[in-house]
């Protein structure tokens, strides 16, 4: 699975939107209780350039499937960052933020990536794809929620 996940995130960096969403898409089935089949789908769609559409799938249908999970809450941030909805997006990831703070999961590399996107420089600052490659963190385990991360 986890080799599988490795591919597809690989496929959206190299721009195979196709070749990465039937990937994720089958984890999706294997693993419906695992979140990082549906942050593979959003990269797919921001490396394709549509962010907007990564947003809306994030928040309209992962976030359905897995109410307030804060990995999924932490890319609609970034997929927010990259349609250029700036305010929305520091309102997702500041209640993240937050909310994860309190609970005491500041260490966590979901919280450490959206603060960092708290802080970065808006679209139009540098190359989109470099800004966000730099801030990702990725889910190894493709089978758990609260896996580890490692840099994408």
Same mark, same amino acid.
């Given at each position: 699975?986890?080799? #599988?996940?490795?591919i597809?995130?690989?496929?959206?960096? $190299? &721009?195979?939107?196709?070749?990465?969403? =039937?990937?994720f898409? =089958? #984890?999706?089935?294997?693993?419906?209780?695992?979140?990082?089949?549906?942050?593979?789908?959003?990269?797919?769609?921001?490396?394709? &350039?549509?962010? *907007?559409?990564? +947003?809306?799938?994030? !928040?309209?249908? =992962?976030?359905?499937?897995?109410?307030?999970?804060?990995?999924?809450c932490?890319? #609609?941030?970034? =997929?927010?960052?990259?349609?250029?909805?700036?305010?929305?997006?520091?309102?997702?990831?500041?209640?993240?933020?937050?909310?994860?703070?309190? +609970?005491?999961?500041?260490?966590?590399?979901?919280? !450490?990536?959206? $603060? !960092?996107?708290?802080? @970065?420089?808006?679209?139009?600052? *540098?190359?989109a794809?470099? !800004? @966000?490659?730099?801030?990702v963190?990725?889910?190894?385990?493709? @089978?758990? $929620?609260? $896996?580890?991360? @490692?840099?994408?």
């Amino acid at each position: 699975m986890q080799l #599988l996940a490795q591919i597809g995130f690989f496929a959206a960096q $190299s &721009g195979q939107r196709g070749a990465a969403a =039937a990937l994720f898409s =089958a #984890l999706r089935v294997v693993r419906p209780e695992a979140v990082l089949p549906w942050i593979g789908l959003a990269l797919a769609d921001m490396g394709a &350039g549509r962010a *907007g559409e990564a +947003a809306r799938f994030l !928040r309209d249908e =992962a976030l359905r499937a897995h109410p307030a999970d804060p990995e999924l809450c932490t890319f #609609l941030g970034l =997929a927010l960052i990259e349609a250029g909805h700036l305010a929305e997006a520091r309102k997702v990831l500041q209640e993240l933020v937050d909310r994860e703070c309190a +609970a005491g999961n500041e260490a966590q590399p979901h919280v !450490r990536m959206a $603060s !960092r996107l708290l802080q @970065s420089p808006p679209p139009g600052a *540098g190359p989109a794809a470099a !800004r @966000s490659t730099a801030l990702v963190e990725i889910p190894r385990d493709p @089978s758990a $929620s609260e $896996s580890t991360a @490692s840099p994408a």
